[in-house]
T-cell receptor, first 115, second 110 residues
Framework: EAGVTQFPSHSVIEKGQTVTLRCDPISGHDNLYWYRRVMGKEIKFLLHFVKESKQDESGMPNNRFLAERTGGTYSTLKVQPAELEDSGVYFC?????????????FGAGTRLSVL | RKEVEQDPGPFNVPEGATVAFNCTYS??????FFWYRQDCRKEPKLLMSVYSSGNEDGRFTAQLNRASQYISLLIRDSKLSDSATYLCVVSPGGYQKVTFGTGTKLQVIP
């Protein structure tokens, strides 16, 4: 079974540019999460989709970040315009519908560098 | 105060040693607890879930103390391949977000 895949693995952009990150969850997983790790800090939650609906976007830092999950399959996270403080590793995770335990499976992340 | 606190280490231990990590959490309503392992520049991978009764998986033992709000991970007979960062992860339960500690770095030395 394929795991959570993220693209690109690395992205280097200049301040003010736009970047779109993509996440393909494990097939059949309705829950999809975005997290971010900035240098020296812990991994922090950004938002959570259940299928195509945003369930919790309390971690989104500001309106320069836009996440979508059209059709409830893959998700994109767009940063526009990018700022220096957006640099970090963006992780995606997915989990299936199981109220007994919500085990999240993570992708390898997209390393974003804003210069 | 951070929601989940861990000693960042690094813990440098010789092969064959026993090493223990602790993690404390601040939200008493937390219901689900996990240890994840992360190798350099790789994805966090679930090592084990943590239950009140304690659980063991080979050389790894996890314990949860709800009264004191801490979680522990014990690794016996350390192997070189155990070198990684160990992440303490806590959740309110259900499908809600999880909260990470900063991770504890372990280096097993030959």
């Amino acid at each position: 079974e394929a795991g959570v895949t993220q693209f690109p693995s690395h992205s280097v952009i200049e301040k003010g540019q736009t970047v779109t990150l993509r996440c393909d969850p494990i097939s059949g997983h309705d829950n999809l999460y975005w997290y971010r790790r900035v240098m020296g800090k812990e991994i922090k939650f950004l938002l959570h989709f259940v299928k195509e609906s945003k369930q919790d976007e309390s971690g989104m830092p500001n309106n320069r970040f836009l996440a979508e999950r059209t059709g409830g399959t893959y998700s994109t996270l767009k940063v526009q315009p990018a700022e220096l403080e957006d640099s970090g590793v963006y992780f995606c995770a997915s989990s299936k519908y199981d109220r007994a335990k919500n085990i999240q499976y993570f992708g390898a992340g997209t390393r974003l560098s804003v210069l | 105060r951070k929601e989940v606190e861990q000693d960042p280490g690094p813990f440098n231990v010789p092969e064959g040693a026993t090493v223990a990590f602790n993690c404390t959490y601040s939200n008493s309503a937390s219901q689900s607890f996990f240890w994840y392992r992360q190798d350099c520049r790789k994805e966090p991978k679930l090592l084990m879930s943590v239950y009140s009764s304690g659980n063991e998986d080979g050389r790894f033992t996890a314990q949860l103390n709800r009264a004191s709000q801490y979680i522990s991970l014990l690794i016996r007979d350390s192997k070189l391949s155990d070198s990684a960062t160990y992440l303490c992860v806590v959740s309110p339960g259900g499908y809600q977000k999880v909260t990470f500690g900063t991770g504890t770095k372990l280096q097993v030395i030959p």
